[in-house]
C-alpha cells in the first residue's frame, strides 16, 4: 500500500485539521464527534443544511461547506456512517433557528444514525425534517443499502438545496426542492480499479487487469456486471443508456450532466468522457443546460467515473447558478 498518511487510524482526525487551515476563511473543525460546519454558524433565520457519510469520498461531504451549500457536514470513519452524536453536535453548531434540514445518502447505517438524531433534535424542539437521495440506477439492493444507494446526485442535492437555504427559503419547501432533485436524478458509476482502505491496507476486492465492473458503488460495492475492459465509447454508453431509460429522459428534456471522477481516473480521461456522454445525450435530443466534471465524489483512489444526469427546470437552473463559497465548489459573487 502506498499512501501518503502516517497511522492509517489517524487519517481522517489529520485530513481534517488539514482542511481546517486551509479553508479557515470558510470554515470550522470539530475533532470529538467529527464536525466541519461554516465558520459564520449559526445563519440566525436561515435553514440549516447537514449532510455527512463516510470519510474517502472526498470533497464530498465537508468540502462542500459554506455559504450557498451545507451549513454542516458530519465525516465518518472511511467507508463508515457518522454517529448520532456527530449529527446532534452539528444541529448545536448551526441551527438557526428555522429548522433544520437533513440530506442522507441511502445507506443503512446512514438513514438510521440520522434517523436518530433528527428525534434528539426533534426532543430538544428544533424542527427536522430528513430527505433521503437514492439516485443510483444500478442496483434495487446491495449489502449497504435497502433499495438504491446515493451516489452523485447528492452532490448536486447538496447545491440545489443549500441554494434555496442561502435566500431564506423555509424549512417546509426546502424540503420540496430536495425532493425534487431526488426524483429528477439519476447516476451510475464504473470501476477500473479498487480502492485501498488505509487501515485495511489491501484493496476492497479484486478486478484484474482486463476487466471493469459497471455499476460499482462508492464504497466499492458490486454493480451490474463484470466485463472485459471496452473502449471509452463503449464504456459512456454502457452508464448513460441506463441513466436515460431509468427516468426515463426524453427528447426536449433540458439536464445537467455530471461526469465525475472516483477518484484516479485524471480530467484527461474525464474531459474525454463528458464529450462523448455531451454527443449520445444530443443524438437523443437531449439538451446539456449545465455541467459539472471532476472528482466531486470520490472512492479513495479507485480508477474509474461515475455519470449523473438531473432534469432541469427554471427553478432548478436557478439554483443550481446561485452563488456558491466552499472548498470544492464556488461560483458567483
Request: glycine share 10%; net charge negative; charged share 20%.
Amino acid at each position: 500500500m502506498k499512501k501518503i498518511i502516517n497511522d492509517p487510524q489517524d487519517v481522517v482526525a489529520e485530513s481534517l485539521r488539514g482542511l481546517a487551515v486551509a479553508h479557515s476563511d470558510l470554515l470550522r473543525v470539530q475533532e470529538d464527534p467529527a464536525v466541519v460546519y461554516r465558520a459564520d454558524a449559526p445563519v440566525q433565520g436561515n435553514v440549516a443544511v447537514i449532510s455527512g457519510g463516510g470519510s474517502g469520498h472526498e470533497p464530498m461531504h465537508s468540502g462542500f461547506v459554506g455559504p450557498g451549500m451545507l451549513s454542516a457536514a458530519c465525516p465518518g470513519a472511511v467507508f463508515t456512517s457518522p454517529t448520532p452524536d456527530q449529527v446532534s453536535s452539528a444541529v448545536g453548531h448551526v441551527n438557526g433557528g428555522a429548522g433544520v434540514l437533513l440530506v442522507v445518502k441511502n445507506y443503512t447505517g446512514d438513514v438510521l444514525n440520522f434517523e436518530t438524531a433528527a428525534e434528539l433534535a426533534d426532543a430538544e424542539g428544533i424542527e427536522t425534517r430528513t430527505v433521503v437521495i437514492d439516485d443510483d440506477v444500478a442496483v434495487r439492493d446491495s449489502t449497504y443499502t435497502a433499495g438504491r444507494r446515493g451516489v452523485g446526485g447528492t452532490v448536486l442535492l447538496e447545491k440545489i438545496v443549500g441554494a434555496a437555504a442561502e435566500r431564506g427559503t423555509d424549512l417546509k419547501a426546502c424540503e420540496e426542492i430536495a425532493k425534487q432533485v431526488i426524483a429528477r436524478a439519476r447516476s451510475m458509476g464504473l470501476a477500473l480499479t479498487a480502492p485501498t482502505v488505509p487501515h485495511a491496507g489491501t484493496p476492497s476486492f479484486d478486478l484484474p487487469d482486463d476487466e471493469m465492473e459497471v455499476g460499482i458503488g462508492i464504497h466499492g460495492e458490486p454493480g451490474r456486471a463484470r466485463v472485459k475492459l471496452e473502449d471509452a465509447d463503449a464504456i459512456v454508453a454502457r452508464l448513460i443508456t441506463p441513466i436515460i431509460e431509468d427516468l426515463p429522459f426524453s427528447r426536449g428534456d433540458n439536464v445537467l450532466l455530471f461526469t465525475n471522477s472516483m477518484g484516479g481516473t485524471p480530467l484527461l480521461e474525464l474531459y474525454l468522457a463528458h464529450g462523448i456522454a455531451e454527443r449520445m445525450l444530443a443524438d437523443r435530443g437531449i439538451t446539456v443546460r449545465r455541467r459539472l466534471v471532476g472528482p466531486y465524489i470520490t472512492s479513495l483512489e479507485m480508477q474509474g467515473l461515475s455519470l449523473t444526469l438531473l432534469k432541469l427546470d427554471d427553478t432548478l437552473t436557478e439554483l443550481w447558478d446561485a452563488p456558491v463559497r466552499t472548498a470544492a465548489l464556488c461560483w458567483g459573487p
